[in-house]
């Protein structure tokens, strides 16, 4: 798979700077270029997560978190 030259802007929750963060580094943080507090890491694509998975990813996950909730019934 040919690497992607996509990038994505976050916001730094500490200063407000907005950091330009390569598609590549889906899923590690990183340090705002401003202030050099630290950036939730990008998820660009849902990540899948279990009833044993899910506490632990929200508590620890540093920025906000929209969960899509499905049931078969």
């Avoid at 690497?3 to 963060?21: E, F, K, L």
């Avoid at 590549?24 to 990008?42: T, V």
Wanted: proline share 11%; aromatic share 10%.
């Amino acid at each position: 798979m040919a690497p992607s030259h996509d990038s994505y802007i976050i916001r730094c929750p500490a200063c407000g700077a907005a950091n330009q963060v390569p598609a590549e580094s889906e899923g590690r943080s990183g340090k705002c270029g401003s202030c050099h507090a630290a950036l939730p890491p990008l998820y660009r694509i849902p990540v899948a997560l279990t009833d044993q998975s899910f506490d632990e990813f929200v508590v620890h996950y540093p920025g906000q978190v929209l969960a899509e909730f499905w049931a078969p019934w």
